[in-house]
């Protein structure tokens, strides 16, 4: 199980400073990509 929170000013950087960090563990997820998926998606709709 892995709990992580995050304070960045979208989800998107929040998203990718995760990753970066589980890339630095060599951890693999697998739902890895399900991470804020749906609230990334959102906010691109946006831009």
């Known amino acids: 199980m892995l709990t992580a929170v995050i304070h960045r000013p979208t989800m998107v950087t ?3 400073d995760l ?6 563990t060599h951890t693999d997820l697998v739902y890895r ?4 998926h ?3 998606v959102a ?3 946006e831009e």
């Open 43 to 45: 906010e691109l709709a």
């Open 33 to 36: 990509h399900d991470i804020g």
């Open 14 to 16: 929040a998203q990718t």
């Open 38 to 40: 749906q609230a990334v």
């Open 19 to 24: 990753y970066a960090a589980l890339d630095q």
